[in-house]
């Protein structure tokens, strides 16, 4: 029976020492982040996600974003190259977790590419051109999936860190987005969904199924998303919002056979 691992790992101590760009840096509260990724591992398991935790580390502020040293489709795993040094070095740790689960492929200098600009829909994937993925890591990324039957599109991305920080596949040919940040032409024959500009960090979840973890306190999205016939399961995430992170990128997704 098919079945759907996230991978995961806890916040580190030294969270509130994380890469910030777009956020004024404030002070997080470690014990409080420590609960809200419990409910969060909850929250996936609820909707049907095997969820595997891999070790937690304080060398690395930014490490329970697990998503951005990583891209993975079905048929591979590829170890991306971020573009600053403390994020290059949680590779291993990466590299380590998805080795049970794929065959992988490695991004090398000079590209930069991260995770969390990747959005997968079908055999489609939308990659974010902002600060922190140049278009050496995109084209890199397509010499490795392409022959597998994948395209690969540049997003520019301007408003936000990550692609997925203003954007995320909502199922049924749908994109969520803040067409602020992120230039929607890229998605052409897609059908987008809008939030407003007083929620404009909502546009992130977590997809499986009929089913979507995304952060509390944007209820209009929350109601947009079960007006479109999803199952919604919000989860306070406002310690990983501080480090300008997100829903999507605390896991890791893998579908499995």
Known sequence: MPRTIAIVRKPSKTMGDCLLTHKQ?????????????????????????????????????????????????????????????????????????????????????????????????????????????????????????????YTVIPVPVTGCLHLKTGACSIGDGRVLVNSAWVDTSAFEGLELVEVTPDEPWSANGVLVGGSIVVPAGAPKTSATLRGLGLDV?????????????????LCVLLDED
């Open 25 to 149: 840096r404030e002070p997080i509260d470690h014990e409080l982040a420590l609960r809200q990724h419990a409910a969060y591992r909850a929250a996936l398991a609820r909707i049907g996600c095997e969820v595997v935790e891999i070790p937690a580390t304080d060398e690395f502020p930014d490490a329970v974003f697990v998503e951005d040293p990583v891209v993975v489709v079905d048929e591979l795993g590829v170890i991306a190259r971020p573009a600053t040094d403390s994020r290059r070095a949680e590779r291993p740790s990466m590299e380590a977790a998805l080795t049970p689960y794929r065959e992988l492929a490695h991004i090398t200098a000079p590209a930069t590419i991260e995770g969390g600009d990747v959005i997968h829909i079908g055999k489609t994937l939308y990659v974010g051109r902002g600060t922190r993925t140049n278009d050496e890591g995109v084209n890199q990324l397509r010499a490795h999936i392409g022959p597998l039957g």
């Open 233 to 249: 399961h919000e989860v306070e995430l406002s310690e990983m919002q501080k480090a300008e992170g997100s829903a999507t990128c």
